[in-house]
């Protein structure tokens, strides 16, 4: 399989498994949420995303693109002014899509000389990944889309349970990025754990947003009090960010607890 077939294949697979409004409205609120601002997009920004929907770029690249330039950003010392068109990242995605696209030209090489997602490294989570009682990687493609398309399913059924139809919504965003990952791995075969781990954390997020907003001021405000009496005898000997970190993270479990929501994180796995 030469470059420009892979393309075209991967540009299929993209447009069957993510419809053509959801593509460009997940990849605006990701840039409104990382940038800081209610500020939408602009036109010209949006022939951008018309771009890349056309060339077959992932979702899934594009959001990790974002994410991966305003963490650049967010690190220099001087930053001057605020970033104000999606442009910005369009390197920066240019370079994921590139680095996917060689990675399944290699994957689609070796798999005719016997190599396989899961041997000698290829799925990219390398010789010292953990290992099973059967000796098999703990991190082998096949266990990943096994446990992704649990979840996937426990999404789904999070979906169909609700009647609020925000939290719909959100279950429902959520169940088709993560059903576009699965179906990815499912073509290619190729897995790198670590930028796998990036999507599920930013799926997650999606989730977390979404369950803020349904739970309310009220909500929120008892389940931090909550969590505050919990760590009340801690407070002292944790530093501020830490305290709050760990107060948030306390709020978020909480929350999924109260909705039954399932972890996408391979940490689960």
């Not at 789904?156 to 429902?172: I, N, S, V």
């Not at 979404?210 to 001021?217: F, I, K, P, Q, S």
Request: hydrophobic share 40%; proline share 2%; aromatic share 8%.
């Amino acid at each position: 399989m030469n470059e420009r077939d892979l393309v075209g294949r991967v540009g299929r697979l993209g447009i069957l498994t993510m419809n053509y409004f959801n593509y460009f409205t997940e990849i605006e609120e990701e840039f409104v949420k990382r940038r800081g601002s209610h500020m939408l997009v602009s036109p010209l920004d949006w022939t951008l995303i018309e771009t890349w929907k056309r060339r077959g770029i992932p979702l899934h690249i594009v959001l990790r693109g974002i994410n991966s330039s305003f963490d650049g950003y967010d690190q220099r010392l001087n930053r001057g002014r605020k970033v104000n068109s999606l442009f910005f990242c369009q390197q920066e995605v240019e370079a994921l899509f590139q680095e996917y696209v060689e990675s399944r030209v290699g994957a689609a090489n070796g798999a005719g000389n016997g190599a396989s997602g899961a041997g000698n490294g290829a799925s990219g989570a390398g010789n010292g990944a953990a290992q099973n009682g059967n000796g098999a990687s703990q991190f082998a493609p096949a266990a990943i889309i096994e446990f992704l398309k649990a979840q996937c399913e426990a999404l789904r059924r999070l979906e169909a349970k609700h009647l609020d139809p925000a939290l719909k919504e959100t279950f429902a965003r959520a169940s088709e990025r993560l059903s576009q990952i699965i179906e990815d791995l499912e073509t290619s075969g190729v897995l790198s754990p670590e930028l796998l781990e990036l999507d599920l954390m930013m799926i997650e997020e999606v989730i977390l947003d979404g369950l803020r907003e349904h739970a309310g001021e009220e909500k929120l405000g008892r389940l931090r009090k909550e969590a505050d009496d919990k760590l009340r005898r801690y407070k002292q000997s944790m530093q501020r960010e830490v305290y709050e970190q760990t107060a948030g993270n306390f709020v978020a479990q909480r929350l999924r607890e109260i909705h039954e929501v399932p972890r996408l994180s391979l940490f689960y796995l």
